[in-house]
């Protein structure tokens, strides 16, 4: 008997150690070697088994990465780009820039007509729209540098899913529902998208096109993709549908790896991407900007706390408007504008009376000189290696043309270049001639992955799709744990608002703010505008004791996924 109560107590002790299961106090999912948290549960679970098998978070990253082009279409790719934050265990860091780059052939005014005027609609639903892909390239670079598994091994299961096919999602059911009127308009040929009749959630979507690109980059690397049959069918689709991009510019193709841009944060470290993405730049001026005030003693979103961050949030977006850009084709005043001091100035005229209108609202002097689809992941492995990623085809589905014969979706990233300064993009995002349209330059972007680390230790993953909204998303995830002592789910699960610079309007999410608090601030002169959702923030926490949370964002599938 007694022997007996010793077995039950040493299995019940298994279970409990071995078997992470969400805790009681509105964690996430809590784990003890490693944590893969992405937009769909396939992709987490593929994610989580190249790390149960020995591979590291640049293995997974990479695994994660191409299953969601197969089971998350909406944004996951290999016919975009996107950008990777990388702390390895002994606390150096990396930045991988994987964005699409404008085709040769294109040109500042090519979405304009000859009087100067905008033309609708053509930088999003062409492909005009398309950048060059740089998702395969960022892909085996990052792998080639810090992976530790073959190709073979990290791609077979996005083979294997594409192949066989995965169980859709009510969501995607729904989307592929939605859209199907557009996938018949704008392809030649039935994508795998469409099927007659209606889509049900758990109907299976086989993508044999997909499978054989997926092959020929596993077999032949780089060239699988950016040259060869892949690399032809896309320049086909080009000169079919009038886009750009030609062999030479795929032939070209490369990821730049850039220095992360870092600040701090109280106690913490911030470590982020830098230009082409704004995002890294963007969220160290807001934490800098906030950082002398008692955000945790006003609490989370009263009205004092939401006066605050959106004025910092009016100042950062101009700046972002001004001076931000490709670094390898403009000057960029990076740690200008990320300087403490130059921040503090910036806030200088914020006080707790009425808010300043953004039209009275400027870009500062720094001294010296996507609805909205993108995906963001979040790993950390046993080892301590975490990886931060975000990607994008731009919009949802990207400009919705498969590329005939190669099953995948293209971009419609060109929209992120300011086509006209002073002319909003599809975000509302105002751009002047740092984002101006160049052959080869890389649009800039709102992508924030981003890991932060507490007295030097890794302490959270995080990141956020959703456009303009990413930069403001991972800003408030990053205060409600630091600030609001929420755990990594609720922190993720919290209700957002987001104010852009313009329009002079703040952003909110339903369950963001109370009907007192939009009141106190209607009367310091701020208006209102209600949104279904405001990104999708996918973050993994460290505890001290080394135990991962993750938190996965109800407002989508997203999935926590550990060991
Ligand atoms: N396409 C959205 C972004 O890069 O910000």
């Known amino acids: 008997m007694k022997n007996i109560n010793s077995i039950l107590i040493l299995l019940l002790f298994l279970f409990f150690s071995c078997n992470p299961g969400p805790d009681?106090?509105?964690?996430?999912?809590?784990?003890?070697h490693g944590m893969v948290v992405s937009a769909h549960p396939e992709a987490s679970y593929i994610g989580r088994q190249i790390l149960e098998k020995g591979g590291n978070a640049v293995d997974a990253a990479v695994a994660t990465d191409f299953a969601l082009a197969v089971c998350y279409p909406s944004a996951g790719n290999i016919g975009g780009g996107g950008f990777m934050v990388i702390r390895l265990?002994?606390?150096?860091?990396?930045?991988?820039?994987?964005?699409?780059?404008?085709?040769?052939?294109?040109?500042?005014?090519?979405?304009?007509?000859?009087?100067?005027?905008?033309?609708?609609?053509?930088?999003?639903?062409?492909?005009?729209?398309?950048?060059?892909?740089?998702a395969v390239a960022g892909m085996l670079a990052a792998l080639k540098k810090?992976?530790?598994?073959?190709?073979?091994?990290?791609?077979?299961?996005?083979?294997?899913?594409?192949?066989?096919?995965?169980?859709?999602?009510?969501?995607?059911?729904?989307?592929?529902?939605?859209?199907?009127?557009?996938?018949?308009?704008?392809n030649r040929f039935v994508p795998a998208?469409?099927?007659?009749?209606?889509?049900?959630?758990?109907?299976?979507?086989?993508?044999?096109?997909?499978?054989?690109?997926?092959?020929?980059?596993?077999?032949?690397?780089?060239?699988?993709?950016?040259?060869?049959?892949?690399?032809?069918?896309?320049?086909?689709?080009?000169?079919?549908?009038?886009?750009?991009?030609?062999?030479?510019?795929?032939a070209n193709y490369k990821p730049v790896w850039r220095e992360a841009v870092t600040g701090t944060y109280k106690d913490y470290k911030v470590i982020s991407m830098p230009p082409p993405s704004s995002g890294g730049v963007a969220l160290i001026q807001l934490l800098n900007m906030v950082e002398p005030w008692p955000v945790k003693k006003w609490g989370w979103n009263t009205s004092r706390t939401v006066h605050l961050m959106v004025a910092a949030e009016k100042r950062v977006y101009a700046d972002r408007a001004e001076f931000l850009g490709d670094p390898d084709?403009?000057?960029?005043?990076?740690?200008?504008?990320?300087?403490?001091?130059?921040?503090?100035?910036?806030?200088?005229?914020?006080?707790?009376?009425?808010?300043?209108?953004?039209?009275?609202?400027?870009?500062g002097n720094p001294p010296g000189y996507e609805?909205?689809?993108?995906?963001?992941?979040?790993?950390?492995?046993?080892?301590?290696?975490?990886?931060?990623?975000?990607?994008?085809?731009?919009?949802?589905?990207?400009?919705?043309?498969?590329?005939?014969?190669?099953?995948f979706l293209l971009n419609n990233e060109m929209d992120d270049f300011s086509s006209k300064p002073g002319y909003p993009n599809s975000f509302g995002l105002i751009g002047g001639k740092a984002n101006a349209i160049q052959p080869g330059k890389r649009m800039l972007s709102s992508m924030t992955p981003t890991i932060l680390e507490k007295n030097g230790h890794l302490f959270m993953v995080v990141g956020s799709p959703g456009g303009s909204t990413i930069i403001t998303?991972?800003?408030?995830a990053i205060l409600n744990v630091v600030e609001h002592n929420m755990t990594m789910q609720q922190a993720v699960d919290a209700g957002r608002f987001h104010h852009q610079w313009k329009p002079d309007v703040i952003f909110y999410e339903k369950s963001a703010l109370d009907s007192l608090t939009i009141n106190e601030l209607k009367k310091k002169g701020y208006e209102f505008h209600l949104r279904k959702s405001i990104g999708r923030v996918d973050a993994v926490l460290v505890f001290p004791d080394n135990r991962l949370e993750g938190g996965a964002d109800h407002r989508g599938d997203d999935t926590a996924d550990g060991y």
């Not at 699409?100 to 729209?129: H, R, T, W």
């Not at 492995?381 to 400009?399: C, E, I, K, P």
């Open 24 to 32: 009681h106090q509105n964690r996430g999912l809590v784990a003890t």
């Open 89 to 134: 265990k002994d606390g150096k860091t990396a930045t991988l820039d994987f964005r699409e780059k404008a085709p040769l052939l294109a040109y500042e005014k090519m979405f304009q007509d000859s009087s100067g005027k905008i033309i609708p609609g053509l930088s999003i639903n062409s492909d005009l729209a398309t950048g060059v892909p740089g």
């Open 146 to 186: 810090y992976g530790t598994l073959p190709l073979e091994k990290v791609i077979q299961p996005a083979i294997d899913m594409a192949e066989k096919g995965f169980p859709v999602t009510r969501k995607q059911a729904d989307d592929f529902n939605r859209l199907k009127e557009t996938f018949v308009r704008v």
């Open 193 to 250: 998208f469409v099927k007659n009749g209606q889509w049900k959630v758990g109907d299976t979507l086989v993508q044999k096109d997909l499978a054989a690109t997926l092959r020929q980059i596993r077999d032949n690397g780089r060239a699988g993709f950016y040259q060869g049959e892949v690399a032809e069918k896309l320049a086909d689709q080009m000169k079919y549908d009038g886009g750009l991009i030609t062999l030479e510019d795929l």
């Open 329 to 363: 084709y403009v000057d960029i005043p990076v740690k200008q504008l990320i300087d403490k001091g130059y921040c503090k100035k910036r806030m200088k005229n914020f006080s707790l009376g009425r808010a300043i209108p953004s039209d009275s609202i400027s870009h």
């Open 371 to 407: 609805s909205e689809e993108t995906t963001h992941f979040s790993i950390v492995d046993a080892r301590g290696n975490a990886v931060a990623v975000t990607t994008t085809l731009n919009r949802s589905y990207g400009n919705k043309v498969v590329v005939k014969g190669a099953g």
């Open 473 to 476: 998303s991972v800003f408030q």
